[in-house]
């Protein structure tokens, strides 16, 4: 059972460090956050800031994240980025949620159990099932960072620098059991130079959503931004499906505007380059993790 007040503190205290406090007000609509990469903190801040103010129309009654993981090549298991973020700020852990599925009965049986208004969802990396959309009374609202319908999936950004486009942006839409194919509430366009990085694309396109989530919460929360959400229109989508190791070769007879999109598109990656010459190989090291070697 779900205690009423919470606390929770995951470090010792010290003079930097600030313990905050979650209480159930049954006047504020309860929310539930989705997310796992360290670029859905960014969106979590947001709400935890937003439902702290007096007039604030609603509280995040719980987080669901990934199950933890092992890191450091496996000598530890560690919770997901987000889930560590969040136990920083202090939010309780026992209303952090891991499913390995987002459809497993006890997890669905805990949701409901909240009773939440809203799910907010940001990179949470788990296909959410009909059962799991059923539950919350407004539905589910997906922060994507593409201006949909183009770039629906798992990799928009990495997709978006690949191709070489000069704009992307972000987009609010509700979820439905299609991919990414929900109506859109909103969205924000974002010009883009030849030379920004997928990871800093990311952040800045979660940074754009998250303000404009909480611009749009109110009517979200009201019924009127289902009203006014305009369908996709799926003869224009396209696709922007997860990198495969195999799409990291580089081939150098392919022009140069085409390899600089792809280095810049997949530096999300953590990886090695080995470039041969003749008889010789030398290791550049770009970003410590997966290895990735060049066909020269």
């Known amino acids: 059972m779900l205690r009423q007040f919470l606390c929770f503190n995951a470090s010792p205290p010290s003079a930097s460090s600030s313990i905050l406090c979650f209480s159930s007000n049954r006047n504020r ?3 539930v956050f ?5 670029v859905s903190a960014t969106v979590l801040d947001a709400l935890l800031n937003a439902s702290g103010a007096p007039d604030s129309l609603f509280e995040v009654a719980a987080i669901v994240t990934q199950p933890p993981s092992r890191k450091d090549r496996g000598k530890k298991v560690l919770p997901s980025p987000l889930a560590q973020h969040a136990l920083d700020r202090g939010f309780p852990s026992d209303l952090i949620f891991t499913p390995a599925r987002a459809g497993e009965d006890m997890f669905l049986s805990s949701l409901r159990a909240l009773q939440p208004e809203l799910c907010i969802t940001a ?3 788990n296909i959410l099932p009909s059962k799991f959309l059923n539950i919350p009374t407004l539905g589910t609202v997906n922060i994507h960072p593409s201006l949909l319908p183009l770039y629906r999936g798992a990799a928009p950004v990495q997709r978006a620098l690949q191709d070489g486009v000069k704009e992307t942006g972000v987009s609010l839409a509700f979820t439905v059991r299609a991919l990414d194919a929900g109506p859109v509430i909103a969205s924000q366009r974002l010009e883009i130079d030849d030379q920004i990085k ?9 940074s754009e959503g998250s303000k404009l989530l909480i611009h749009q919460l109110p009517s979200i929360f ?4 289902k009203l006014k959400a305009q ?31 792809k280095v810049w598109s997949f530096l999300f ?6 470039v041969t010459t003749c008889n010789l190989y030398r290791f550049v090291h770009l970003q410590d993790g997966l290895e990735l070697e060049l066909k020269l």
């Open 231 to 261: 369908s996709q229109d799926d003869s224009k989508a396209t696709l922007a499906p997860k990198i495969s190791p195999e799409e990291s070769w580089l081939s150098f007879d392919q022009e140069a505007v085409v390899l600089h999109n």
């Open 29 to 31: 609509k309860p929310l």
């Open 123 to 125: 990179a949470y990396g």
């Open 269 to 274: 990656l953590r990886f090695y380059y080995r």
């Open 198 to 206: 997928a990871p800093d694309l990311l952040a800045l396109l979660f």
């Open 222 to 225: 009201d019924g009127s931004a």
């Open 34 to 38: 989705l997310g796992s990469p360290q």
